[in-house]
């Protein structure tokens, strides 16, 4: 039953990095991985990984370890990458185009589609194999090519029209880098992502330390 | 005895809301809110509003509200930014120039004092009113210029060697965005940043919803 399950961020936030040493280790062509060994390569703690994965079932062969082809598996369906998702970035600049040129998600099913700008100077511009798109086109755009997730890095005055827009187009998951809350209908899922709460929890635990 | 407290990333994450919409209200020389108003305001339910500020002590005034002011300056403490903190970020590329002009760091009192890359041709330029500098310039200018946080945003391949290099250079805090473990010293915190974390979240969201 693991749809009925709401899986804490914490745990998510580690799932890649267990897919990732998972990853290696099935190019390693190693099936079997024991805890400790996982949990040390992850960098985590043997219980804090039983722990993680126990709100996904029994996934550990008794005394050979875990399966890594099944565990894989079982990460890319929580994680919903046993499905492609196609994404759109609404805002060209520095930080669009670094999400656009970002390596990890094609590695996640994650696929970028097209950015969108407002700034002709930006237009028809490509960032790597991704063209820069008027913002005007991206309703059509989202219908044509099966878009599910858009993305927002324009600056936070422009948010709420970008997102009026996304919601108009028909996505239903917006993962929102401006820095500012933004109104959707209840069938939106919006993830917000502030760059600043990574560097805080950071100070915080320095500011702790250095008293 | 708020050092003795280690507070949920979760409840951190909603800090930097509060405080943002706190600086809006002491802008409109509001000095009171309730704790209806800074919820509905901050995008979260009283309760959860009232459950995160418990973490620090009793701050309401009972039948009146918040003191807005007060608050602030509680979150600041909290945050670690009562006191201002300079960064080096290592790695000019889209990423780190997209964090090197990222205004949310200056509104907390965060701020990157210089960019380092390998790369001559990004050498000599500036990011705003940030230099970019030679990396072997690194250790004496966090020497110097008093840094006490190392933002790495290099190509995973080069992180270890980035990080080894922060922490000879007495960096006791590091912000890793490159997608891999780093080693360090027990003395050296390091934060984790995956950008692919907050979409997998949404995507794994989104795939509950459409099944």
Do not use: C
Not at 44 to 58: A, I, T
Not at 123 to 148: R, S, Y
Not at 163 to 175: F, Y
């Amino acid at each position: 039953m693991t749809d009925v399950v709401v899986i804490p961020r914490a745990t998510i936030s580690r799932l890649p990095v267990y897919f990732r040493v998972l990853m290696e280790l099935s190019h390693m062509e190693v099936s079997l991985v024991s805890s400790d060994e996982l949990a040390a390569r992850s960098g985590v703690s043997s219980s804090q990984l039983r722990k993680d994965l126990s709100y996904f079932g029994e996934f550990g062969i008794r005394g050979a370890g875990y399966d890594v082809g099944f565990l894989l598996q079982k990460i890319r369906e929580i994680l919903g990458i046993h499905r492609e998702w196609r994404l759109v970035i609404a805002g060209a600049g520095k930080l669009g185009t670094a999400l656009a040129r970002y390596s990890g998600f094609a590695q996640h099913g994650l696929e970028v589609a097209a950015l969108f700008d407002i700034d002709p100077g930006k237009q028809g511009k490509m960032t790597g194999k991704i063209p820069v798109l008027p913002m005007e086109d991206l309703t059509g755009f989202v219908q044509e090519h099966d878009i599910q997730i858009g993305v927002i890095t324009v600056p936070a005055q422009a948010a709420q029209g970008v997102a009026d827009l996304m919601v108009r187009a028909g996505l239903k998951g917006i993962w929102n880098f401006a820095p500012v809350r933004i109104e959707v209908p209840d069938d939106v899922i919006v993830q917000y992502e502030d760059l600043v709460v990574g560097l805080l929890t950071l100070s915080h635990h320095l500011s702790r330390r250095m008293r």
